[in-house]
């Protein structure tokens, strides 16, 4: 089992220790980790270039390149971020916006209906949830199979603040997520909602006219 890792922070707070406690749980499994922050890259540039003409002419490709290398080759992709301001990490969302070529719209990677995706987030009071919404429907676009949503209120500002019992719940619903997700992989199938999609943007790229990119990948994998 091949695992990518999206950190939505650099620092090690609560939503990092929790993914650790998931990693750990999953290590006997893992044959590679792979863990990337995205506190480095830099904003989308919303040139077009990777949806109208090829991804790997993005500015911004010798930083994104290798991440989406990783997540292409995973059989399982954790994406987390703490909750701020009701939402994913700037940072991260920066990536998510990177990835917009990958949409189902776009050009989705044949991979992704394998794959098995994991939103984690916590947050000091509420928020959590809507950030694991968010990322969970970021791949789904995707096109990932099964994604899994963890969120957290861990009722404090650091992981180190949290109460034992608190600790102890989450590292119990934890264990009990890491054997759902060991369970799925390489048997997630896509659900109705993403192949009526998938189905609605088949008819799209049939008479598609304005990106000739798009309908050339769409020809090149034989969905059209």
């Not at 990835?99 to 994991?118: A, L």
């Not at 959590?128 to 995707?142: D, E, G, Y």
């Not at 997700?181 to 999609?197: D, Q």
């Amino acid at each position: 089992m091949k695992i990518a890792v999206l950190h939505g922070q650099n620092h090690k707070g609560s939503t990092w220790n929790i993914t650790r406690l998931l990693l750990d749980e999953m290590s006997d499994k893992a044959e590679t980790v792979l863990e990337f922050h995205t506190n480095e890259l830099k904003p989308c540039a919303g040139c077009f270039t990777c949806i109208a003409r090829d991804e790997t002419l993005c500015p911004h490709r010798s930083a994104v390149g290798p991440i989406i290398d990783a997540i292409e080759q995973a059989d399982v992709i954790i994406a987390e971020s703490p909750n701020y301001c009701m939402g994913m990490s700037g940072q991260m969302k920066i990536f998510f916006d990177h990835m917009g070529y990958r949409w189902m719209s776009h050009r989705p990677h044949p991979s992704m209906k394998g794959k098995t995706g994991v939103a984690i987030s916590t947050t000091a009071g509420i928020g959590a949830a809507k950030v694991t919404k968010s990322i969970a429907r970021q791949m789904f676009w995707w096109g990932v199979a099964k994604t899994y949503r963890l969120s957290f209120a861990v009722s404090a500002m650091s992981w180190e603040n949290v109460k034992s019992e608190r600790k102890a719940r989450i590292t119990n619903r934890i264990k009990r997520s890491a054997k759902r997700v060991i369970k799925s992989v390489h048997k997630a199938k896509p659900g109705l909602k993403s192949r009526f999609i998938f189905a609605v943007m088949k008819t799209q790229q049939k008479g598609m006219s304005w990106n000739p990119a798009d309908r050339k990948y769409w020809e090149e994998n034989g969905w059209i």
